[in-house]
């Protein structure tokens, strides 16, 4: 959908009014709600959005990089013009809350508590291990890169190149800053003098993932409980539960979707989703119903359906399948 067709006159910030970044592109979707969407070369990584609740501003998810994150903040700055904010991360990883760093000291930061306490947990040993880890892994893919000759595989070598260059030129600068304002499920609601936001907990990418819903817009900031058009991360997951909360959201009637990675996109998006985790459930199935080996997985084929899908920074359709396949082995053996 184009910004053209959706914008009439008074009800949009015009298209050349819209701010620009290099590390994402705006995207209107209703007054005042704005999807940023990220630049496969910028350093966001992951979508973002900007939402104007009349008397403040709600940011969702601030991307991997500060220099990303402060284009974010300009731009919510410009489009609506409060000094108010708040600050949504919607789970602990570290595409989606590394920007936290470059707001302001009296900028209220909300998660739920699980969130809060897995950011705390996981990021020394996350960031120590990509000072150890991704400068050769730099190397490696560009040597991959450099030998490919599948345009699809370039682009996906490519977006695993510009993820860690965002990662390793962040680190001389980088600080953890956690949520000052936790809460618990099901979830917390933002009153704003012209909308309601509605912050939903739900178990699927992680044990706590946050979407922000719009009730009169019906429009909801998915994070990573929704890739399109790309393969999603499973093992942090819980695949039924995921499927279980795609249901529930589906439930509420929305009518536009915002994933934590790819286009914007409709509630169908939703039910492709699930068919995608179910998809590859079935396939485990069938291969340790016929006595397959862990090592066997990597000889899958990907599903026709999503064989045109990117798999992101590396190979997340085997990543995915080798964790599915060990989920169901252990599932056998504690029965």
């Not at 920007?99 to 000291?105: A, I, L």
């Not at 340790?288 to 190979?315: A, C, H, M, Y």
Request: overall charge negative; hydrophobic content about 40%; aromatic content about 8%.
């Amino acid at each position: 959908m184009s910004h053209e067709s959706q914008r009439k006159k008074g009800d949009f910030i015009m298209l050349t009014q819209l701010p620009e970044s290099k590390h994402f592109q705006i995207e209107p979707l209703a007054k005042g709600v704005y999807a940023a969407i990220a630049s496969e070369q910028g350093y966001a990584i992951c979508n973002a959005g900007i939402i104007d609740t009349g008397d403040k501003t709600i940011i969702f998810d601030t991307f991997i990089s500060p220099k990303a994150a402060k284009d974010l903040l300009n731009a919510a700055k410009r489009l609506t013009s409060h000094k108010t904010l708040y600050v949504v991360n919607s789970h602990y990883h570290n595409d989606h809350i590394r920007g936290n760093q470059v707001f302001s000291p009296d900028t209220d930061i909300i998660s739920t508590t699980w969130t809060r306490e897995a950011i705390t947990q996981n990021e020394p040993e996350e960031i120590q291990w990509e000072r150890e880890n991704i400068p050769q892994g730099i190397i490696d893919a560009q040597l991959k890169l450099a030998a490919e000759k599948d345009s699809k595989r370039r682009r996906e070598l490519a977006l695993l190149i510009v993820y860690y260059k965002a990662i390793i030129e962040s680190h001389p600068q980088l600080k953890t800053r956690l949520p000052n304002i936790t809460f618990e499920p099901p979830k917390l609601v933002i009153h704003g003098t012209q909308r309601t936001a509605e912050l939903l907990t739900f178990v699927g990418h992680t044990a706590s993932d946050l979407v922000l819903y719009l009730p009169e817009e019906k429009i909801a900031f998915m994070s990573d409980l929704l890739f399109i058009n790309m393969h999603p991360y499973l093992p942090s997951g819980f695949p039924e539960r995921w499927k279980e909360s795609l249901s529930m959201v589906e439930a509420l009637g929305i009518r536009t979707v915002v994933p934590g990675h790819g286009p914007v996109g409709r509630s169908a998006d939703l039910s492709v989703m699930t068919r995608y985790i179910q998809s590859l459930e079935n396939i485990v199935a069938n291969m340790v119903k016929s006595g397959r080996t862990l090592e066997e997985v990597s000889l899958q084929p990907i599903p026709s359906q999503f064989e045109n899908w990117l798999l992101f920074f590396d190979n997340f359709f085997i990543a995915n399948l080798q964790f599915l396949y060990k989920c169901v082995v252990e599932g056998s053996e504690k029965k």
